[in-house]
């Protein structure tokens, strides 16, 4: 198994506020398939709807849908470097719609100093799976795919 990275930079900024706390979410698309992405890689949808499922019922429904500012070398959640809370992710066409929390942890307030003073970020998906490479030269990811976080916040490589 291989590690699989993605990444997305069409990211809207939102300021919500309830009872007089205001907090900062970013939301846009999280994921996408049935394209050929920058990486030379394709997603099946029914491969990713299958792993948003599993990611929103062991995850996102329990508040445990974590993304770390930057992104390591494997699929493991470093807690050091959480920067925000997933708290929806959903289907939108063959995308995945997210969005998600920025915290107040080290990361999160690191993320919200970057985007205030204007810098644009993008999100980067992790996963394992394997790859295959079919007529055109594009690497499917296999239906081994895993998904261990949909967005960690990256800057536009």
Do not use: W
């Not at 590690?3 to 994921?31: A, M, P």
């Not at 470097?81 to 915290?103: C, D, Q, W």
């Amino acid at each position: 198994m291989k590690l699989i990275t993605e990444q997305n930079n069409d990211i809207e900024v939102l300021t919500e506020e309830k009872d007089g706390k205001k907090s900062t979410y970013i939301k846009g698309v999280f994921l996408q398939t049935e394209i050929t992405n920058r990486n030379g890689r394709m997603y099946k949808f029914d491969t990713m709807n299958r792993e948003v499922s599993k990611y929103n019922e062991e995850f996102v429904n329990r508040g445990k849908a974590l993304g770390e500012l930057g992104h390591p070398e494997g699929p493991t959640l470093n807690l050091d470097r959480v920067s925000h809370k997933i708290v929806e992710l959903y289907p939108e066409g063959t995308n995945f719609i997210g969005k998600a929390k920025l915290m107040e942890t080290p990361m999160g307030k690191i993320a919200k100093s970057l985007i205030g003073e204007g810098v644009t970020l993008g999100v980067s998906s992790r996963g394992v799976g394997s790859l295959k490479e079919d007529s055109n030269g594009c690497k499917v990811v296999g239906e081994d795919f895993m998904l261990a976080t949909a967005a960690d916040i990256v800057a536009d490589p």
